[in-house]
Nanobody
Framework: QLQLVESGGGLVQPGGSLNLSCVAS????????MQWYRQPPEKERESIAI???????LHADSVKGRFTISRDSAKNVLYLLMTSLRPEDTAVYYC????????????????WGQGTQVTVSS
């Protein structure tokens, strides 16, 4: 069973930076597409960045140029480097692992971490 644990969140001032980590255990994530989501207070959860198993990345317009998704498949870790943080970036941040169809994974809908809180405030 794949388990994901996020860390690195916290309280930061506007303009500051944080580097989130998502450590996977139980299975190797090399074949998985990985995503970062966030859920601001009283809002829907939204995808903000994706990195494919091949390393291709896509960032939402709201974070493009400020956030960078990356992965170290050898270490089984996903990262999100967040810079130039704004108060509107305040949210719980989640990582998600999406299995490729050829694995016939028992959870084709993917796996979620428990989330890490990021608060941007002066």
């Amino acid at each position: 069973q794949l388990q994901l644990v996020e860390s690195g969140g916290g309280l930061v001032q506007p303009g500051g930076s944080l580097n989130l980590s998502c450590v996977a255990s139980g299975r190797k994530i090399g074949f998985f597409d990985m995503q970062w989501y966030r859920q601001p207070p009283e809002k829907e959860r939204e995808s903000i960045a994706i990195i494919t198993a091949e390393g291709q990345t896509l960032h939402a317009d709201s974070v493009k140029g400020r956030f960078t998704i990356s992965r170290d498949s050898a270490k089984n870790v996903l990262y999100l480097l967040m810079t130039s943080l704004r108060p509107e970036d305040t949210a719980v941040y989640y990582c998600k692992a999406d299995p490729p169809s050829f694995l016939r994974d028992p959870k084709p809908g993917g796996y979620w971490g428990q989330g890490t809180q990021v608060t941007v405030s002066s």
